[in-house]
Nanobody, 132 residues
Framework: VQLQASGGGLVQPGGSLKLSCAAS????????MGWFRQAPGKEREAVSC????????YYADSVKGRFTISRDNAKNMVYLQMDSLKPEDTAVYYC??????????????????????????WGQGTQVTVSS
């Protein structure tokens, strides 16, 4: 399994970025996908996730109304549109999936549709820096 995250960069406060994640090595449309982030000196945070069908989403309170997650099952891609970015959004963003594993980096649990879902990271993250 590989999850290739891209789209990070330096942006001014109030700006936008769109993260992309290309997935391979799994039956993409069977698994939930999501994003976690980690800033230096801070705890890892679950940002957003989306169910396999795309019908259900989760957003952390800190990003509700500003971030939008989406997926394209035909292209094995998941996206995170980030608007109205704030300096506190600065972090490394990791693409994650609930594909069962004992070898990937466990990131954490998100409740989706009332069920706890364990997510793991299979690749490098992408750096997002929000600064003037």
């Amino acid at each position: 399994v590989q999850l290739q995250a891209s789209g990070g960069g330096l942006v001014q406060p109030g700006g936008s970025l769109k993260l992309s994640c290309a997935a391979s090595g799994l039956s993409f449309n069977y698994y939930a996908m999501g994003w976690f982030r980690q800033a230096p000196g801070k705890e890892r945070e679950a940002v957003s996730c989306i169910s396999a069908s795309g019908s259900s989403q989760y957003y952390a309170d800190s990003v509700k109304g500003r971030f939008t997650i989406s997926r394209d099952n035909a292209k094995n891609m998941v996206y995170l549109q980030m608007d109205s970015l704030k300096p506190e959004d600065t972090a490394v963003y990791y693409c994650v999936t609930d594909y069962p594993t004992s070898s990937a980096r466990i990131m954490g649990v998100i409740e989706l549709d009332g069920n706890p879902v364990l997510f793991a990271s299979w690749g490098q993250g992408t750096q997002v820096t929000v600064s003037s």
